[in-house]
């Protein structure tokens, strides 16, 4: 599939999603998941789009540090069983992304071709 036959199919695909939850929502006056699985299917399509195929590696520097303070946020207001485990390990998968994600290696390039 092409890249703008995939990307129009996951616009379609995300209103489909939130014009559902908007119609569910009218008739029986309760928010419907399926606004907000519209919504992020927009938001993922578009964050994809336009950040992610140019530039993989600052995506994932942006995902590890998003996964990086959710573990801090899990280690300090965690309400689970085991917040602070669970804090822990998330908070060390966010750090082994961030020193995988090649950023450094794209700056250092990047400061050198300019």
Same mark, same amino acid.
């Given at each position: 599939m092409k890249k703008g036959k995939k990307m129009y199919y996951l616009i379609l695909l995300? +209103?489909?999603? +939130? +014009?559902?939850?908007?119609?569910?929502?009218?008739?029986?006056?309760?928010?419907?998941?399926?606004?907000?699985?519209?919504i992020g299917t927009l938001v993922a399509t578009a964050i994809y789009y336009g950040i992610v195929e140019k530039r993989p590696q600052i995506a994932a520097f942006i995902i590890g540090l998003i996964v990086m303070h959710s573990g801090i946020l899990l280690i300090i207001k965690g309400e689970l069983t085991y917040p602070i485990e669970f804090g822990m390990v998330t908070f060390i998968s966010g750090i082994l992304v961030l020193l995988n994600s090649g950023f450094s290696e794209y700056m250092r390039d990047r400061k050198k071709n300019s």
């Open positions: 995300g +209103l489909v999603f +939130l +014009l559902g939850g908007i119609v569910i929502n009218i008739e029986t006056g309760e928010t419907s998941p399926y606004i907000y699985f519209g």
